[in-house]
Nanobody, 121 residues
Framework: QVQLVESGGGLVQAGGSLRLSCAAS????MGWFRQAPGKEREFVAA????????TYADSVKGRFTISRNNAKNTVYLQMNSLKPEDTAVYYC??????????????????WGQGTQVTVSS
């Protein structure tokens, strides 16, 4: 049984910050994806099991930071300088692998329920 539990979504003004958390037991590489209404799910950020490798979508580089605390079985997405175009449902995902950060949907085996992030103008 693999369960991903997300928290931290909400409403924030443009330029503000939010931190998303994902509780996920097990040795998994982890990622964050997002999906806005009418759009395809897109990659946001990923991190290897060790935390030594991270990858970001170009649209969030310099603004978002993915990190993890394996002692707490938790992955974080710190989102700063938020823009209205960041508005989406954000999904936490766990890969069946541990060795690297993955960017493709098909590279992930488990998904959370999603948490809404809304950035107002």
């Amino acid at each position: 049984q693999v369960q991903l539990v997300e928290s931290g979504g909400g409403l924030v003004q443009a330029g503000g910050s939010l931190r998303l958390s994902c509780a996920a037991s097990g040795r998994y590489a982890m990622g964050w994806f997002r999906q806005a209404p009418g759009k395809e799910r897109e990659f946001v950020a990923a991190i290897s099991w060790s935390g030594g490798t991270t990858t970001y979508a170009d649209s969030v580089k310099g603004r978002f930071t993915i990190s993890r605390n394996n002692a707490k079985n938790t992955v974080y997405l710190q989102m700063n300088s938020l823009k209205p175009e960041d508005t989406a449902v954000y999904y936490c995902a766990a890969s069946s692998r541990t060795g690297r950060a993955f960017i493709l949907v098909q590279e992930y085996a488990y998904w959370g329920q999603g948490t809404q992030v809304t950035v107002s103008s």
